[in-house]
Structures are given as structure tokens and as C-alpha cells.
């Protein structure tokens, strides 16, 4: 028999059972974080909507400094021709008044010319430090911001969701073990009386072997009859231990942990089923896999959308401060100087070869999809309420069966010990009858804890088990 050390026991509730699983529960956890994350999606996705502002910095060393000139610049001038009233350029003539070309290059001659020295056009360029400031401010992104809240919206749905259905499911887990600590509670104390019966026919074989009405056989018979009933009740206590361990585990309490169960002294059910109604409409509200698909069928909306948008035109307000240095606003001065400039975007997609129309296809064929999913699921759950119903009402009629069985049982037992007691019925006759009677009781708690574990699940398949 398993040994279980630990403090001394405490009677928890079914509730209590409940609570400390969905307090424990690591994967819960990790729910309610996808739950603050999704929350964080959703009011980053928000700030879409507001104006952006950026720094960008740049530092850049050059080998070389700008040189606009390779040599000193010379060009030609102009003068004010009073008789033409006009300015003309200062280039040489004959002596009848006509320009003469240079036969070398074929251009006119100047006269004049204004010098430009080549170090007046080198800039020092070899150190260059640039920055600006950018404001951004969305206009019009074609609907997509909208639809991407909307989609982080609906994420947040899908983990509020996924969280209560995964509580569910830890409840119902922590139910069944509840139950299957109670019904090991009940066929523990079974197996104790049925331990007490043979042990009490074991010592009338003994007496009637004494007085010569029994035979040695008999005896032994009995003896193995005893040591089978004992084996059965170290069985059963070795797996009552071990189903406690299990309710502790997923309770989140160290398996060692010994608790006392308010409900180990079973108390008797209604022997008749409460009526159960429903409608159908709002089981398929209720029901939290059901909701899952729906946000998902919500989301995949916003994701069309979202694909829409990119055939869609985007208008935004942009903002700019920039500076370096060299000022290239003003002659290259080796100062940090720049401006303020104010504009606006627009991108209109033209052809993109049917890519992001296609895109938008794809998208509401993923809805569809999904839609036919839920239409698949919502007829699954109709017949799973209709069984999970026929379930619990027939789960009451084999209790009734049950308690009948065992009036009988203990009637024949009865009976069998007192014709054993007469001499008219042998050792054989009565292990049968005990072995019947402990197999009715042992039904019967089976029956009263199946009513226990049909109610909750068609609870959980109603939509109803909420904590």
C-alpha cells in the first residue's frame, strides 16, 4: 500500500477544488499573459492613428572634399550698348565691327572676363553631420489602420476566449478527479465491509470444521476468499492514494498534500432527473468554441479589409526639420544650420499584375472557410447536447436500477447467511451472494458519481460552466 506523508488533513470543497486548479493552472497563466499582450496590440495598433515622430542621424567621413571647379572659372562680361539699348558681350572685332572667332576652338574672343579662382568652389566635405525631425500624420491609409484595430480587437476577443474555455476545461479535469477520489472513498469502505463478511463466514467454516460439518478444503476455500478480498481492498486503497495525489497535482498542490473531501460521505441523489431546457440559439452564444470561430470569422473580415486596402489610394501629412553641417543651405559654412519643410504624400496603386487583387481573393476565401467551419461545428454541437442529454437521463435510470439491484443483493445475502446458519446452503452459496451484494454497491456508487460527472459535462456542453 502507497504511503502518503504530508501535514495533517483539511476538508476542501468541490469549489475550493475548483478555485486553487484555475489559480495554479501554469497554462492558465499563460492565457491571461496572451491576454496582456493582446491588449498591448490593440493600443499599439491604436496609435496608428495618431502622428509619428522620428529622428534620423547620420555621420559620414569623406576621402575627398568637393571640388565644383578643376580650374579657374573664366567668364565673359557684358556692357550697356547705348545704341542698341542693350547689354551686349564684350568680345573682339575687326575693324569693320565684326567678332572675331578663335580658329583654335572656334568660339568668339571675350575682352573681358570675370575670374572665378578654382579655391573659391572647394568645399570641405570630409567630416559631414546630418539629422532631421519627421512628423507624419495619416490621412487617409485606404481603411487599413481601422482594420488593423479592428483585428487586434478581435485578438484580444480570441484570448479573453481561449482563456475561458481552457478554465473549462481545467474545472470539468478537476471535477473528475474530485468524483474519482469520492467514488474510490466509497468503494474503499465497500471493500472494508466486504473484508468483514468473508472474515466473519472464514470464522464460522473454522467453527463448523470443529464440530465436524466442515471439511479442511472448506477452510481453505474461505482462506483464499479472505486474502482475495484483502488484496481487492489494498487495491482499492492504493488507488484512492493515487487519486488524490492526481486531484492534488491539478489543484497546483504538492501531490503529497493530504486533503479530506466534503463530499467523501456520499450523499444520495435525486432519483429522479430535473428536467433540462434549452435553447438551442443560445448554447451556440454560450459556447466558447463556437465564440472562438466567430471572432475568427470577425477577424478574417478585418483581414479582407486589410488586403482591400492595398488597392486602395493613402494620402499623408508629412513634417520635416533638417540640418547639417556643412550647411549646405548656405555655402557649405562649417556650422550646423538647416529648415523647416511641410508636405504631403499620395500613392495610388496602378498594376501590380492582379497580386494584391488576388491577395483580397485569397482572404475571403479564408472567411468562407471559416464560416463553414463554424456551420460544421454549430451542427457537431447539437449532437453533442442531444447525447450529453440522453447521457444524463439515462445515467438517473441506471441509478434507480442500481438501488434495486442492491435491495435485491442484500436480500439474497441475507438470506444466504441464514440458510448457511441452517445447514441448508454451503460456504460456496454465500461468498456468491457477498460477491453480488458488493457488486450492486459497487454499481450503485458508480451510478450516484455518474450522475455527478454527466450533470457537469452536460453543464460544459450547454455553456453553463462558467467559474
Known amino acids: 500500500m502507497l504511503v502518503v506523508s504530508g501535514a495533517a488533513a483539511q476538508t476542501v470543497s468541490l469549489d475550493s477544488c475548483r478555485r486553487m486548479a484555475i489559480g495554479n493552472n501554469k497554462n492558465i497563466k499563460v492565457a491571461e499573459e496572451n491576454i496582456r499582450g493582446a491588449g498591448y496590440n490593440k493600443k499599439a495598433a491604436f496609435s496608428a492613428y495618431l502622428p509619428s515622430i522620428d529622428f534620423t542621424g547620420a555621420y559620414m567621413y569623406n576621402q575627398r572634399q ?66 532631421a525631425f519627421t512628423l507624419t500624420q495619416p490621412i487617409y491609409m485606404g481603411g487599413q489602420i481601422r482594420a488593423l484595430n479592428e483585428i487586434t480587437g478581435y485578438a484580444e476577443q480570441l484570448a479573453v476566449t481561449a482563456r475561458n474555455a481552457l478554465v473549462q476545461e481545467v474545472v470539468f479535469a478537476v471535477d473528475e478527479a474530485y468524483w474519482l477520489v469520492v467514488s474510490l472513498g466509497e468503494k474503499k469502505k465497500l471493500a472494508e465491509s466486504f473484508v468483514t463478511l468473508v472474515d466473519s463466514l472464514r470464522q ?80 451556440y452564444a454560450r459556447r466558447q468554441d463556437l465564440q472562438l470561430l ?14 482591400l486596402g492595398d488597392m486602395l489610394p493613402k494620402v499623408a501629412l508629412v513634417g520635416a526639420y533638417s540640418f547639417s553641417n556643412p550647411n549646405v543651405i548656405h555655402g557649405f559654412e562649417k556650422k550646423f544650420g538647416g529648415g523647416f519643410n511641410v508636405g504631403a504624400t499620395l500613392t495610388i496603386p496602378i498594376w501590380h499584375w492582379g497580386g494584391r487583387y488576388n491577395h483580397y481573393k485569397a482572404s475571403k476565401s479564408q472567411t468562407l472557410a471559416q464560416k463553414l467551419l463554424l456551420e460544421d461545428a454549430q451542427e457537431k454541437v447539437q449532437l453533442q447536447v442531444s ?43 454465500v461468498i456468491a451472494a457477498q460477491t453480488a451484494w458488493i457488486k450492486a454497491h459497487s454499481e450503485k456508487i458508480d451510478a450516484e458519481i455518474g450522475i455527478r460527472l454527466c450533470e457537469v459535462y452536460l453543464s460544459k456542453v450547454l455553456g453553463n460552466l462558467e467559474y
Do not use: W
Not at 102 to 122: F, L, N, W
Not at 295 to 307: R, V
Open 294 to 307: 466567430r471572432t475568427g470569422i470577425s477577424m478574417l473580415k478585418s483581414k479582407e479589409k486589410l488586403a
Open 66 to 131: 568637393i571640388e565644383l571647379l578643376g580650374a579657374d572659372a573664366m567668364l565673359p562680361t557684358k556692357s550697356f550698348n547705348p545704341a542698341t539699348q542693350q547689354f551686349e558681350y564684350n568680345i573682339l572685332k575687326d575693324p569693320l565691327g565684326n567678332p572675331i572667332k578663335d580658329p583654335a576652338t572656334g568660339s568668339y574672343i571675350p575682352t573681358e572676363v570675370a575670374v572665378i579662382p578654382k579655391e573659391a568652389m572647394e568645399f570641405d566635405t570630409h567630416n559631414v553631420f546630418a539629422g
Open 387 to 429: 447525447q450529453a442529454q440522453f447521457s444524463y437521463d439515462e445515467a438517473f435510470k441506471t441509478f434507480n436500477m442500481t438501488l434495486k439491484n442492491m435491495e435485491k443483493a442484500d436480500e439474497n445475502l441475507r438470506q444466504a447467511e441464514v440458510g448457511f446458519h441452517e445447514g441448508m446452503l454451503t460456504s460456496d452459496d
Open 204 to 283: 464460522n467454516v473454522n467453527t463448523m470444521l470443529d464440530v465436524g460439518v466442515a471439511t479442511r478444503s472448506d477452510v481453505l476455500t474461505m482462506d483464499v476468499k479472505f486474502n482475495e478480498a484483502q488484496i481487492a481492498l489494498t487495491k482499492v486503497e492504493n488507488g484512492l492514494t493515487l487519486s488524490r495525489m492526481a486531484l492534488a497535482q491539478i489543484c497546483g498542490l504538492p501531490v503529497n498534500t493530504v486533503m479530506q473531501l466534503e463530499d467523501e460521505q456520499l450523499k444520495n441523489v435525486s432519483r429522479t432527473a430535473p428536467d433540462v431546457r434549452y435553447d438551442i440559439g443560445d448554447v
